[in-house]
């Protein structure tokens, strides 16, 4: 099994390196993400044009080529060396940045036309309808489809470890490639994706119920809540009526 001095020294570092790389990773690909989705609903053409070619062309690509073609022919192409840690940020931001500019782009166009309408009505700019009417809405629908792009993305950071970035998974091959622990040392990693995949998705929806309340609609409750209210609501239905006493 796995030592404490291993733990320490390869491991725990590991941990730190795959949320540094995950945190890093996902705040730049949301600012492209924002950039570019609202790009697309531009009025130009050749600005949706740009915009458009930037999503099918990294939305197509492979993030682990890409991320090979950063780290090993940039250098020999520019003559520009990137740090591997840097080159894996930059491949998962640029390409997942590009899935996020969809989210963004389907979320505008579905905020109401009247929306729009009465921004224009009130003589704001482009910017201003974006910043006070039309994001502040489409936030919320925002939200869920990009915490899937988040796990996504926290999975999606074991590819660093194939530029030789000592993320977890790499203290993971590292320790099965010493002790031929392939079992113990799988399991732990899995157990730990789920666990941090987990919290993110609880910090999202605590996001969700926020950001839906500051624009008025009613957060969604599920799980045990939906479980609990319902059965609530079915013993004061069967007090009412006397139906949980009928046989």
């Known amino acids: ?44 053409w050749f600005v949706r044009f740009l915009s458009g070619a930037y999503f099918e062309i990294f939305r197509s690509t492979s993030s682990l ?8 022919t940039v250098p020999m192409l520019f003559h520009i060396n990137f740090e591997p840690m840097f080159a894996g940020i930059l491949a998962l931001s640029i390409t ?18 009247a929306q729009r309408e009465a921004g224009i009505a009130l003589n704001f700019t482009r910017a201003q309808r ?3 009417i039309e994001l502040p809405q489409a936030w919320p629908e925002m ?13 999606g950071t074991s590819l660093v470890s194939l530029i030789a970035v000592a993320d977890m ?5 590292l320790k099965r490639l010493v002790s031929g622990d392939s079992a113990p040392v799988y399991t732990l990693l899995l157990v730990l994706y789920f666990v941090f995949a987990f919290i993110f998705t609880r910090l999202m929806r ?21 479980l609990l209210g ?18």
């Open 1 to 44: 099994m796995m030592s404490a001095k291993f733990f320490e020294n390869w491991f725990l570092p590991g941990i730190w390196i795959t949320l540094e790389i995950t945190v890093l990773s996902a705040i730049f690909a949301f600012v492209i993400a924002i950039i570019i989705g609202v790009l697309r609903t531009s009025n130009v």
């Open 65 to 72: 080529v890409f991320m090979f073609w950063i780290a090993f």
């Open 96 to 113: 997942y940045g590009a899935y996020g500019s969809e989210i963004v782009r389907g979320a505008l166009a579905a905020v109401p036309p």
């Open 130 to 132: 974006l910043r006070r």
């Open 143 to 155: 939200i869920p489809p990009f915490n899937n792009l988040l796990i996504e993305l926290l999975k």
């Open 169 to 173: 998974t790499f203290a993971g091959n």
């Open 206 to 226: 605590l996001l969700e119920r926020h950001a839906k309340s500051r624009v008025g609609q009613t957060p969604e409750q599920g799980g045990l809540r939906v």
């Open 230 to 247: 319902g059965m609530r609501s079915k013993s004061t239905i069967d007090a009412v009526t006397g139906a949980g006493g009928a046989k």
